[in-house]
């Protein structure tokens, strides 16, 4: 199973995503691949943001060797399941596909903990407090995603 965790910037939520479910999947010892993407190109090749590196690490996950980078229309081929934090991500993602099996693999990641409800996982960049209650949200997704994909 290959998945990949799309947010706008690739350098708060889809590192805390990617960084969370590698280490879910290693204690349930699946054979995964998981990564991480942005919609947009401001931060390729950057580090994570240093508060998503602090929340990580406060949870004992060490995300410093990721580097951001922006989506291409291949990786719609390459991976099994591509989960986008908000709307706005999926539907820029949508419009990389070119197959109704393209656009099938992308998925809101909260929908994984509740299904149907569409709630976005709020991007914390413009402010200090967010990035805690994004680490809880998508810790619960990532479990979801296991318990769903990992039988």
């Not at 390459?78 to 990389?96: E, P, R, V």
């Not at 299904?115 to 994004?134: A, K, L, M, R, T």
Request: glycine share 8%.
């Amino acid at each position: 199973m290959k998945v990949l965790m799309v947010c706008l910037g690739n350098i708060c939520r889809s590192p805390l995503a990617e960084g969370i479910l590698k280490e879910k999947i290693k204690a349930k010892k699946l054979n995964w691949t998981v990564d991480s993407a942005g919609t947009g190109s401001w931060h390729v090749g950057d580090r994570p943001d240093s508060r998503s590196v602090a929340v990580a690490a406060a949870h004992g996950l060490d995300i410093t060797g990721q580097r951001g980078r922006q989506i291409k229309p291949a990786d719609l081929e390459n991976y099994d399941l591509i989960f986008a934090m908000d709307s706005t991500n999926y539907q820029h993602i949508l419009l990389l596909a070119n197959s109704d099996a393209q656009r099938e693999k992308v998925q809101l990641v909260m929908n994984m903990e509740k299904p149907g409800y569409n709630q976005s996982v709020p991007d914390p960049y413009y402010g200090d407090d967010g990035f805690e209650e994004v680490y809880q949200m998508l810790d619960r997704a990532c479990t979801a995603i296991v318990e769903k994909y990992g039988e």
